[in-house]
């Protein structure tokens, strides 16, 4: 009888595993792009969809070896401006959708490697509360190109940003001359602001 016995209990193992791998979102991030800088030396933009599945997850933070420093980011009307400002973390409710998108949250990317071009990839890490760290390959995109993902507003302008709501220390980061949206604003003549 211990053969019939030992067949039952794998065979409930598997059925126990197979329930608990389907539990798992299929993609706990997806459709991860970054917005190159117009301009060498300034800060990309990420964006991407996060799942939080059936028990929902935080997300912490993002990281990359090619990248010196990743911020999670806001935008927020205050006083008939746009402002960006730092967040600890995103929380993303079970069984929804949480996105990054230009005009929304996304990850402003300081010190990416100059070897990292249009159509190069670029992996970054996201670090959820739960303990689960997954890596994703980024598309990445020039300045003026079109979103490589649907559902994005491209024509997102953070050109009427005022980056004198931050909060934070960047460390020396320049935001005169950070472009959040990957809008070329190389015409501009900003050499005059005082933030």
Do not use: K
Not at 30 to 57: H, I, K, Q, S
Not at 63 to 81: C, F, K, P, Q, Y
């Amino acid at each position: 009888m211990r053969f019939p016995i030992l067949a039952a209990t794998a065979a409930f193992a598997l059925v126990a595993c197979s329930q608990a791998e389907e539990a798992e979102p299929v993609e706990t991030v997806e459709d991860v792009w970054v917005r190159l800088p117009a301009v060498e030396g300034r800060p990309a933009a990420a964006y991407f969809e996060l799942n939080g599945g059936e028990a929902g997850d935080t997300l912490l933070a993002i990281d990359s070896e090619r990248v010196e420093t990743i911020e999670l980011h806001e935008t927020v009307m205050e006083d008939g401006a746009m402002r960006m400002r730092a967040i600890m973390s995103a929380e993303i409710p079970a069984g929804s959708t949480l996105s990054f998108e230009p005009g929304g949250m996304h990850g402003m990317l300081f010190g990416v490697d100059p070897e990292i071009t249009p159509g190069t990839s670029l992996t970054l890490n996201f670090r959820f509360d739960s303990g689960r760290d997954v890596s994703v390959d980024a598309v990445t995109i020039a300045a003026g190109d079109e979103p490589p993902f649907g559902g994005h507003d491209s024509d997102a302008d953070h050109s009427e940003h005022d980056h004198d709501g931050h909060d934070h220390d960047h460390s020396g980061h320049d935001h005169d001359s950070e472009d959040h949206s990957g809008h070329d604003h190389g015409s501009d003549d900003h050499s005059g602001h005082e933030h």
